[in-house]
């Protein structure tokens, strides 16, 4: 068995003592951070990357920072139980039943089956990842410039069809974050583009500046534009266990959910919230009981947190074995590998085997960790969410300072992201959502690299997008996704799913 | 003609005239043919899809079959005073170090709120310093010029 013997080597790399206390420390700091209400997975993962910079192993380092996105996400879906402020766009559906749950006094067992969900929804997302990798791979190979290009398309449109509200404005946003990704020196001519003679430009837009400046530092000045104060219920949290009866009714739904966020996941342009959406629509019709959703249903957090994470599993394939990112955390992943000299693709594989299954087998290690850590911790991180804002906000705020200059010790980044700032708050006003333009700046280099390959090799005919039947494959999936936003029945349907999420 | 959704309206004409502009910029840049494209090609061209989307946003927007979307109001104290407590931070990191624009971050930025108050302010600047140093200085090892530049010399 090919699959035994390539986890048996990753539990090998993972289980070192070393690896195993690095995956520990992720777990931790990404809990720890990632509970804080305004930082998501995505700022808490950029915060806390200058610190694997220094490994020596690149394999640890990756191990420490899937520990950290494991830690971040349970971390976010926290704060979407306790004071109904979503981490991520996963976690919105999270907020309906899991902040009803807190009100009624049943913060506990909501906490704790999120924990079990993710948990279990983790160990078959890896299971599925392990299978599924390899085969990818292989595929991968096949790919040419051309179904690259293509397969980007499809990730960008998978964005622009997960965003909220309007579908021109998505494309915009994506279209915007192309040509801010082209700021910096052109590859093939050396021509250092819109930088306007700043030396620091020239090597591009820190990402992690766009990212704080659009999410952390616009949503802060966002909620204190609204000055109302946020209800926290730490004395009500009362009896931490689910009961049996709870048991009975969430654990269908966590395996329900499991293969929901397993088919969804791969999905280019973030699966996890695609899946977590299907999967709250899926608990609520075959519940008996469907009045009860939305009113503090276990189901409602039990399903979606499963589906979330057992999405989030599933959208390391197309990293692993594309070196393409699907979503902006996945886009960090890359850049941590590329700051080790590894570059992303198919042949990580064949070429890192240690690395590769090291990392899938310490990504269930971490699921384990996270349950254990947690389910005692809970009541420690309702204390830490009962900080007044006006406290919370200008830590949060020194903390995302401190995250972006880190990253390249240089205090330009964190000037850069006040612009980003102002843009963010601006298009928050206008209705236009932030994510799928931050997956075309992480793409927007990669995409015309690609295009310009495919076109030489084709000596200028575009026609070469179409003949070949990957990549016309991949085009036509995405000329199907814009075409069913588009349609008025579904365009109704999407706007009902959507509505009242912000 | 009257705005009628003014959301879109503004998101259409941020889209037109990002786009123009990056297309009037990437005129320095040599165009190039399909076959081999120069260093404008890629952004011309989405420059250009950006504008055309931004026009379908806008031109509906002042038609008279549109729904009436208002821009919420935009709060220019809070915008000001948050960004200003970042670009200090930025401007005096370098200088004074990692203590002083530390303090000068939480107390600037704790202005925004308006529940303001001076001590719980103060208490939270020590609380977080010592934090701060603790993770990011001794546990991170992340490198900050720590005190003011005339102290170390």
């Known amino acids: 068995m090919d699959l035994l013997n390539n986890l048996a080597l990753g539990l090998a790399t993972a289980g070192t003592l070393i690896n195993l206390m690095y995956c520990f420390i992720g777990v931790v700091l990404g809990t720890l951070i990632g509970v804080l209400p305004g930082i998501g997975p995505l700022a808490t993962i950029a915060m806390l990357l200058p610190a694997t910079y220094k490994m020596t192993d690149p394999t640890t380092a990756l191990i420490m920072l899937a520990g950290i996105y494991y830690g971040a996400q349970y971390g976010g879906s926290t704060t979407a139980i306790l004071v109904n402020l979503p981490g991520e766009s996963s976690s919105v559906v999270t907020t309906i039943d899991g902040y009803q749950m807190a009100r009624k006094g049943r913060a506990g067992p909501a906490l704790a089956i999120a924990a079990i969900g993710s948990f279990i929804a983790g160990t078959v997302g890896t299971l599925m990842l392990a299978a599924f990798a390899p085969p990818l791979a292989e595929v991968a190979f096949k790919f040419g410039p051309a179904e690259y290009f293509s397969l980007m398309v499809l990730g960008l449109i998978g964005a622009v069809v997960l965003a909220h509200g309007s579908v021109l404005k998505a494309l915009a946003m994506v279209v915007f974050g192309l040509l801010l990704g082209m700021v910096g020196t052109d590859v093939n001519s050396g021509v250092a583009r819109f930088s306007f003679d700043v030396p620091e430009l020239s090597d591009g837009i820190e990402f992690v500046a766009v990212a704080m400046g659009m999410f952390g530092f616009a949503e802060i000045i966002l909620n204190l534009e609204q000055k109302e104060k946020r209800e926290v219920f730490t004395s009500k949290v009362t009896g931490l266990f689910p009961r049996w009866a709870d048991f009975k009714v969430a654990l269908p739904a966590i395996v329900r959910g499991t293969g929901i966020g397993s088919l969804l996941g791969i999905l280019p342009g973030g699966g996890a919230v695609l899946a977590s959406f299907a999967s709250y629509a899926i608990e609520k019709k075959v519940s008996k009981t469907p009045e009860e959703f939305g009113k503090g249903a276990i189901q409602g957090v039990a399903g979606p947190e499963s589906a979330n994470n057992a999405g989030a599993q599933m959208s390391f394939i197309p990293m692993l074995t594309l070196g393409i990112p699907t979503n902006p955390v996945m886009a960090l992943m890359v850049a941590a590998m590329m700051i080790h000299n590894i570059q992303p693709g198919p042949q990580v594989m064949t070429s890192n085997p240690k690395l590769f299954w090291g990392l899938i087998v310490s990504m269930w290690i971490g699921n384990l960790m996270l349950v254990v850590l947690n389910l005692p911790l809970i009541g420690l991180w309702v204390k830490l969410l009962s900080v007044p804002y006006r406290i919370m906000y200008p830590a949060i705020l020194l903390f995302c300072c401190i995250g972006c200059y880190s990253i390249n010790n240089n205090v330009f980044d964190v000037f850069m992201t006040i612009p980003f700032a102002i843009l963010g708050y601006i298009f928050k006003k206008l209705d236009c959502e932030p994510a799928p333009m931050l997956l075309g700046f992480v793409l927007g280099k990669l995409m015309e690299e690609y295009l310009r390959r495919a076109m030489t090799i084709s000596r200028g005919d575009p026609t070469v997008f179409f003949t070949r039947p990957l990549s016309a494959t991949l085009l036509a999936m995405a000329f199907v996704l814009l075409i069913i936003v588009f349609l008025p029945a579904i365009s109704k349907k999407r706007a009902e799913a959507f509505a009242g999420d912000d | ?153």
């Open chain 2, 1 to 153: 003609m009257k705005i009628r959704n003014q959301r879109d309206f503004w998101s259409g004409v941020l889209f037109v005239v990002t786009g123009v502009l990056f297309m009037i910029l990437s005129r320095q840049y040599q165009f190039g043919t399909a076959a081999k494209m120069g260093p404008g090609y890629f952004p011309t061209v989405l420059g250009g899809i950006m504008a055309v989307l931004g026009l379908m946003l806008l031109i509906p927007a002042i038609s008279r079959r549109s729904p009436e979307v208002k821009v919420e109001r935009i709060d220019l104290k809070v915008i000001g005073i948050i960004l200003l407590a970042v670009a200090v931070y930025a401007a005096t990191l370098p200088s004074l170090g990692f203590i002083v624009s530390l303090i000068l971050l939480i107390f600037i930025s704790s202005m925004a709120s308006h529940e303001f108050n001076v001590k719980t302010t103060a208490i939270s600047a020590v609380a977080l310093l010592i934090f701060s140093y603790l993770v990011f200085v001794k546990g991170l090892e992340l490198q900050f010029p720590f005190l003011p530049v005339f102290l170390t010399r």
